[in-house]
């Protein structure tokens, strides 16, 4: 059963246009969201996160939305970039679930010049 | 202040052999996970470990797997007996201190094990 969902697997845009990217969850008890982004054969970095009592969080390009009556929350990067291709990961947490995360299965971003 | 520190980067094994697999957390950091990345898939919560406790192992599977964080050293995620389904990329994270709400992971960069 998979609590972190982000059912779009690849997304390909223009360079300096938006990119928009999902995830829903199902664990309503989840309380802090984060953005990973994973190069090939490198760790996942952070990128953003956002706790449940906001709706947004910005950072430069980056922007969070969290809507939780939806259980759905979205990272927008604008203008994207080339060097914004990469697979991006949604994770969750829940203070009661202890310190562990809980990872969507990734989206690839393709940005083309 | 170094990040978090895996190796060896590249691991193959033969099947029936132990692979194991080495993580140092950042520097004051005593929370350590690991992850299991499978091809095409995202990243699965194994272990998560506190120095010499094993706090939560609700992702390990019940035979051959094993992971300790010791008073002194890395992390350690041992896999026995590997078999092919094994072959996966180990993600290692280590956060703060007890008792702070953990609002971000630091990664390492990965081990990839390959069984032959």
């Known amino acids: 059963d998979q609590q972190v969902k982000q059912n779009s697997p690849s997304l390909s845009v223009q360079e300096g246009r938006i990119s928009i990217l999902n995830c829903d969850y199902t664990?309503?008890?989840?309380?802090?969201f984060l953005w990973y982004k994973k190069y090939p054969a490198e760790g996942p970095t952070f990128l953003i996160s956002?706790?449940?009592?906001?709706d947004k969080n910005e950072d430069g390009r980056f922007t969070v939305f969290l809507n939780k009556s939806a259980k759905h929350l979205s990272l927008h990067i604008v203008p994207s970039q080339p060097g914004d291709s990469a697979v991006y990961f949604c994770?969750?947490?829940?203070?009661?679930?202890?310190?562990?995360?809980?990872f969507g299965p990734g989206t690839r971003l393709s940005v083309l010049p | 202040n170094a990040g978090v520190m895996q190796n060896p980067r590249h691991l193959v094994r033969r099947r029936g052999q132990e692979a194991r697999l080495r993580c140092s957390p950042m520097?004051?950091?005593?929370?350590v996970y690991w992850y299991r990345q499978l091809p095409e898939e995202g990243l699965k919560f194994m272990v998560y470990?506190?120095?010499?406790?094993?706090?939560?192992e609700s992702g390990m599977p019940k035979e051959r797997f094993s992971a300790e964080f010791p008073k002194e050293g890395p992390s350690i995620l041992r896999i026995q007996q590997v078999v092919r389904g094994d072959s996966a990329a180990y993600f290692c994270?280590?956060?703060?201190?007890?008792?702070?709400?953990?609002?971000?992971?630091?990664f390492g960069q990965g081990t990839r094990l390959t069984v032959v």
């Open positions: 470990l506190q120095k010499e406790n094993i706090i939560d």
């Open positions: 994770a969750a947490s829940d203070d009661n679930y202890g310190q562990n995360f809980v």
């Open positions: 520097k004051g950091h005593s929370h």
């Open positions: 664990n309503s008890m989840f309380d802090y």
């Open positions: 994270a280590s956060s703060r201190e007890p008792g702070q709400r953990n609002t971000e992971a630091f």
């Open positions: 956002i706790s449940s009592i906001k």
